[in-house]
Nanobody, 123 residues
Framework: HVQPVESGGGYAQAGGSLRLSCVASRNIASINAMGWYRQPPGKQRELLAVIARGGTTKYTDSMKGRFTISRDSAKNTVYLQMNDLRPEDTAVYYC?????????????????WGQGTQVTVSS
């Protein structure tokens, strides 16, 4: 079972930026959609943003304006640009590939999770 691979996490100060990368496990053109999630300490995993095969993007309302999802098909990679980071953005960030949309909501592929990358934001 091949998984997507995240990278780009690390430490940042409040107000700073990080860009996360997720290399898909197969040709990104064959993947219905890919999403970014995060799981803060002691909390549930939450959806941040999704990019569909056709390029359409969707964001959780609270992420709009600070986070941007994009992709480079030639590199089979999806990115999450995170700006104006806050301490509450501290979490493990996960990529999910191959989920589906049901009534407009992205449902993750249970076999499509990466191993996660830690982001820590200090005040």
């Amino acid at each position: 079972h091949v998984q997507p691979v995240e990278s780009g996490g690390g430490y940042a100060q409040a107000g700073g930026s990080l860009r996360l990368s997720c290399v898909a496990s197969r040709n990104i053109a064959s993947i219905n959609a890919m999403g970014w999630y995060r799981q803060p300490p002691g909390k549930q995993r939450e959806l941040l943003a999704v990019i569909a095969r056709g390029g359409t993007t969707k964001y959780t309302d609270s992420m709009k304006g600070r986070f941007t999802i994009s992709r480079d098909s030639a590199k089979n990679t999806v990115y999450l640009q995170m700006n104006d980071l806050r301490p509450e953005d501290t979490a493990v960030y996960y990529c999910n590939e191959g989920g589906t949309f049901v009534s407009g909501t992205y449902l993750p592929n249970v076999r499509g999770w990466g191993q996660g990358t830690q982001v820590t934001v200090s005040s």
